[in-house]
C-alpha cells in the first residue's frame, strides 16, 4: 500500500490525481475499516488511517472517507474550536483548498454568495485560478485568508506574502501554514536546484523549492504581519492526539493591523 501510493504522487500529474483520489481512495479504506481512530471532519473510523507520503510514507496519514491528513485534522480542530469561522461569514480566501475543508466551508457559506472564494494555480476544484505571487484582488479586500502548505512550492515566497498582506483588510487575519522543520535556525533554499529528483533528495519533495525553519514566523513578519505561533497539539489530550493521529505541527496565525 505505502509504495502504491508513493507512486501515485510522484507519477500522477496533480490535477488527475485530485480527480481521481475522491473515489480510489475509499476504496482503499474498505480495507481498514474499524474503531481505532477517528477523523475530527468527516466522523469515519478505521484502525488506522492509511499510509502517505512522496519519499518516506507516514504511518496513519490519510483519511480514506475525506482524504484529511494529520495536518487537515489539527487545522479543522483549531478552527473549528479557536475561531468563529463556522459562527460567522467572513469574506474568505482559500488558496489551494483541502477539499476535506473546502466539503465543509462551501455549504456553510452557501446562503453568502461571494464570499467564499477558492483558488488555485491549476486545480480543477478551484473558483480562481492565479499565481499567488500577484493575486488579482483589491487592497484590502477579505476578512480571512485560509493558505496552507503552498509558499514552499513558490519561487518568491516574500512577493506571495506580501500579497497576502495587500488583499487582508486591517482587522483580518489568516492561518498560513508551511512544513517547517524546527531543527533548521534558518530557512534553507538553494534557486540553483532545479532538478526534479534532486529536489526530492534534498527538499523531501519534487517540486518544493525552500525547508523552512524556526525562522518561519520571523518570514511572515517580514510581509507586515503579525504572527502567532501556536504549539496547539501540544493544547490537547493525549488521547486526542492519538484518536486524531496528529502531528506535532504548529499553527501559525497572522494578523492585519
Known amino acids: ?10 507519477h500522477i500529474p496533480r490535477p488527475v490525481l485530485q480527480r481521481m483520489a475522491g473515489w480510489a481512495v475509499p476504496i482503499l479504506g474498505l480495507f481498514y475499516r474499524g ?25 496513519n496519514a490519510l483519511c480514506p472517507h475525506c482524504l484529511s491528513l494529520e495536518r487537515h485534522r489539527l487545522l479543522w480542530l483549531y ?8 459562527q460567522s461569514h467572513p469574506r474568505t480566501l482559500h488558496i489551494a483548498p483541502e477539499v476535506c475543508i ?14 467564499y472564494v477558492t483558488a488555485d494555480l491549476e ?33 518568491d515566497d516574500r512577493r506571495a506574502l506580501r500579497e497576502l498582506h495587500r488583499i487582508l483588510k486591517p482587522g483580518g487575519w489568516g492561518i498560513v501554514l508551511s512544513p517547517v522543520e524546527p531543527d533548521y535556525e534558518q530557512t534553507f533554499e538553494d534557486d540553483t536546484i532545479t532538478d526534479p529528483d534532486e529536489r526530492t ?9 525552500r525547508i523552512y525553519g524556526a525562522d518561519y514566523a520571523d518570514r511572515l513578519r517580514g510581509a507586515g504581519f503579525d504572527a502567532a505561533d501556536i504549539d496547539y497539539a501540544a493544547s490537547l489530550t493525549e488521547e486526542e492526539r492519538r484518536r486524531y493521529a496528529l502531528p506535532t505541527d504548529h499553527i501559525y496565525v497572522v494578523y492585519k493591523h
Open 1 to 10: 500500500m505505502k509504495r502504491l501510493i508513493r507512486w501515485a504522487l510522484n
Open 35 to 59: 474503531r481505532g481512530v477517528e477523523c475530527p471532519l468527516c466522523g469515519s473510523h478505521y484502525r488506522r488511517f492509511l499510509p502517505y507520503g512522496y519519499v518516506h510514507s507516514r504511518a
Open 79 to 86: 478552527l473549528t474550536r479557536e475561531t468563529d469561522l463556522l
Open 102 to 115: 473546502m466539503r465543509h466551508l462551501k455549504p456553510h457559506f452557501a446562503a453568502y454568495p461571494g464570499r
Open 123 to 155: 486545480s480543477p476544484l478551484a473558483d480562481l485560478h492565479f499565481d499567488v505571487q500577484q493575486i488579482p484582488l483589491a487592497d484590502n479586500s477579505v476578512d480571512v485568508i485560509l493558505c496552507n502548505h503552498l509558499l514552499e512550492h513558490v519561487a
Open 201 to 209: 533528495r534534498i527538499f523531501g519533495q519534487y517540486d518544493h523549492r
